[in-house]
């Protein structure tokens, strides 16, 4: 829950309102990955996506994600979800010519040594399935 008030400090309205967190928002991203890596037309796809999984894995520490998850896949109606995308983690980002990866290698391979990028990727997936078992 997040608390959302006004910006006019004379407006005293506020609401409490529900946000995904990050684990979820990996879920979500993972399964869009996943989705549209199965369509024919693979023009949806885009590199943006994998590196917001990156950036999801780089900011939130792995503990967080970890516990995030778990509580997913414990949840009667997203946990089938949850363990899916774990398993689409492992299968985009779990090798350095993982799909996943090369993604992220694409979309910063002028901002980042494509190697540290592959690395990173497989490292923090690895990482985030390690703190889950």
Do not use: W
């Not at 503990?63 to 995030?68: H, K, N, Q, S, V």
């Not at 980042?112 to 399935?129: G, H, K, Y």
Request: proline share 3%; aromatic share 4%.
């Amino acid at each position: 829950m997040i608390r959302l008030n006004a910006f006019d400090t004379d407006d005293r309205r506020e609401f409490e309102i529900r946000v995904a967190g990050p684990s979820a928002l990996l879920v979500a991203k993972l399964h869009k990955l996943a989705d549209r890596g199965r369509e024919r037309d693979a023009k949806r796809l885009e590199d943006k996506d994998a590196l917001d999984v990156l950036r999801l894995l780089r900011a939130i520490p792995v503990e967080r994600l970890a516990r995030g998850l778990r509580e997913l896949c414990g949840n009667a109606l997203a946990g089938d979800v949850a363990h899916e995308a774990m398993t689409y983690l492992q299968a985009l980002f779990g090798a350095t010519i993982s799909p996943g990866t090369v993604m992220v290698v694409r979309a910063t391979q002028r901002l980042e040594d494509p190697t540290v990028m592959a690395a990173s990727c497989v490292a923090l997936a690895d990482d985030l399935i390690r703190a889950l078992r």
